[in-house]
């Protein structure tokens, strides 16, 4: 059974640091993109960041010079460094990943359950 297990989720008060990890385990072939993904209550899903596998990384404006996403492939996870962190930051975030898990089916994309960050001001 596949699995993505984030971690590291939790309070910080605003311009506070926190690493978010994501490990996806299980029987996979390959893994294509992974990132980052965020939902404030109240709100749509929104992209924070996403990273392929050779390292090119996409993130939303709003993210730019604060986030980093990163990613181990030998390790299958991915992370998530986040700096100067702000009260609207607050939200759960989730993992994703799409992941090709044997060679004539399709790639499927996969979400974490989720890690909740609350940044306090």
């Known amino acids: 059974q596949v699995q993505l297990v984030e971690s590291g989720g939790g309070l910080v008060q605003a311009g506070g640091s926190l690493r978010l990890s994501c490990a996806a385990s299980g029987n996979i072939f390959r893994i294509n993109d992974m990132g980052w993904y965020r939902q404030a209550p109240g709100k749509q899903r929104e992209l924070v960041a996403t990273?392929?596998?050779?390292?090119?990384?996409i993130y939303a404006d709003s993210m730019k010079g604060r986030f980093t996403i990163s990613r181990d492939n030998a390790k299958n996870t991915v992370y998530l460094q986040m700096n100067s962190l702000k009260p609207e930051d607050t939200a759960v975030y989730y993992c994703?990943?799409?992941?090709?898990?044997?060679?004539?089916?399709?790639?499927?994309?996969?979400w974490g359950q989720g890690t909740q960050v609350t940044v306090s001001s």
């Open positions: 990273i392929a596998t050779g390292g090119y990384t």
């Open positions: 994703n990943a799409d992941l090709l898990l044997r060679l004539g089916v399709r790639i499927s994309s996969y």
